[in-house]
Nanobody, 119 residues
Framework: QVQLVESGGGLVQPGGSLRLSCAAS????????MLWYRQAPGKQRDFVAS???????SYADSVKGRFTISRDNTKNTVSLQMNSLKPEDTAVYYC?????????????WGQGTQVTVSS
């Protein structure tokens, strides 16, 4: 019953910036880890960034120093600020909510938002 909706994607030139956002429904957000993944055409879906329920962050090496993940628990949203964008950042970006359910971990995914970095 969790629904995630991403927004903010678009076309940007190399070196430009975009800010993605993900809005989560339900009551699980505050107690869940939130992650961003991305998938280019014909490629595997790769981890981009994560933030724990208490605010700890982690980034893929390819985006460290350029991307920043944050969350607003009062609005049930997670954001990804992307600066100094490169053509290799082009992908569909997906929001992921990860939460323990009993002894298992359950993942919920958004529909994705396209980011294209091109001159």
């Amino acid at each position: 019953q969790v629904q995630l909706v991403e927004s903010g994607g678009g076309l940007v030139q190399p070196g430009g910036s975009l800010r993605l956002s993900c809005a989560a429904s339900g009551s699980m957000f505050t107690f869940s880890g939130m992650l961003w993944y991305r998938q280019a055409p014909g490629k595997q879906r790769d981890f981009v960034a994560s933030i724990t329920s208490v605010g700890g962050t982690s980034y893929a090496d390819s985006v460290k120093g350029r991307f920043t993940i944050s969350r607003d628990n009062t609005k049930n949203t997670v954001s990804l600020q992307m600066n100094s964008l490169k053509p290799e950042d082009t992908a569909v970006y997906y929001c992921n909510l990860r939460t323990p359910v009993g002894l298992r971990t359950v993942d919920y995914w958004g529909q994705g938002t396209q980011v294209t970095v091109s001159s």
